[in-house]
């Protein structure tokens, strides 16, 4: 295995490292977006976080797996089992954002409204691309790892970094009979 160091928003360097797997490998069979970041502060009223801050958070959540996607696809689809995992959250559920029995239904998770859209177009990004790529081998998902102990969440979490990346090796190893288009948490369904 070697590592290639890349910023996701750095469109050059997205380029470069398509070009370089090409060279090394001549194709790619997995692609996991991972990256992301969440720099809003806990506390603030949604209304609140600086517009500058969801310009921020859209370039590295969306736009840079778009720009990333659309450079590897091209080697993806020379693999005879390409899978694509997007790295969601359960915050871009909307659907659990808006039921008042969630624990998302809270003054701390409605801080993070620039993090949470980001992962709810990421969502509809997965079923864009999966549609398109029905008919190959290619394989597009979005997964939710659950509540990790990272830097992202200040170290608090339930769940460690193994356990955490479960959902997401799972939905990358698919075989050619797994889902596409999908939206999960250890083989559970979440709402959109
Ligand atoms: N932790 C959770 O509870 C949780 C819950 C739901 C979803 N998620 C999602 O899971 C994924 C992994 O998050 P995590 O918890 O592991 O967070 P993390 O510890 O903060 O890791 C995020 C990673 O993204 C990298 N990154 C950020 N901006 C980048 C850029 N421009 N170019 C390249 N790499 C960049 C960071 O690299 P540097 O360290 O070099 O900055 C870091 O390695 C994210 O998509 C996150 O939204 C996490």
Known sequence: ??????????????????????????????????????VEEYGRKPSEQPLEQWRRTFDTNLFAVVEVTRAFLPLLRRSPAGRIVNLSSLLGSVGTHGDPASYAYSDMFKSLPAYSASKSALNSWTVHLA?????????????????????????????????????????????????????????????W
């Open 131 to 191: 549609y398109e790529l029905r008919d190959t081998p290619v394989k597009v998902n979005a997964v939710h790892p659950g509540y990790t102990r990272t830097g992202l969440n200040d170290g608090e979490g339930d769940l460690s970094v193994q356990d955490g990346a479960r959902t997401g090796v799972a939905m990358a190893l698919l075989g050619d009979d797994g889902p596409t288009g999908t939206y999960t948490h250890r083989g559970e369904t979440v709402p």
């Open 1 to 38: 295995m070697e590592p290639l160091v890349l910023d996701v928003t750095d469109g050059d360097g997205v380029l470069a490292a398509a070009a370089e797997v090409e060279r090394s490998y001549g194709r790619l069979d997995i692609l996991v977006n991972n990256a992301a970041i969440r």
